[in-house]
């Protein structure tokens, strides 16, 4: 059983900042590609930031200089500090895992809702102007 659960979200005014944690289980955290999604109201869901199997990493060009993704293996979490938020990034971001070995980060921010393999269900953050 993997589980992946969210925190970090709530709301902040633009131009400030927030740290989101995913919390893993039940696999061998440090070999599979894990990434942050979001839904904006309205809209679909979409890549934010990425780590692939290899550490690499991979941002939305929305999202670039302004977010950083980050995991610590020992604590099996997986980290967004986002900082300059906008109004536009007021979403549900998403934790997500895929088991498949050898995905890079640019593979797991370009996945749709099946091309990740376990879900977290959400933290929302808000940002207002």
């Known amino acids: 059983q993997v589980d992946l659960v969210e925190s970090g979200g709530g709301s902040v005014q633009s131009g400030g900042s927030l740290k989101l944690s995913c919390a893993a289980s039940?696999?061998?955290?440090?070999?599979?590609?894990m990434g942050w999604f979001r839904q904006p109201p309205g809209k679909e869901r979409e890549g934010v930031a990425a780590i692939g199997s290899d550490g690499s990493t991979a941002y939305a060009d929305s999202v670039k200089g302004r977010f950083t993704i980050s995991r610590d293996n020992a604590k099996n979490t997986l980290d967004l500090q986002m900082n300059g938020l906008k109004p536009e990034d007021t979403a549900m971001y998403y934790c997500a895992a895929d088991l498949a070995l050898g995905m890079t980060a640019i593979q797991a921010l370009g996945a749709d809702y099946y091309g990740m393999d376990y879900w977290g269900k959400g933290t929302l953050v808000y940002i207002s102007s």
């Open positions: 039940g696999y061998t955290y440090s070999r599979f590609a």
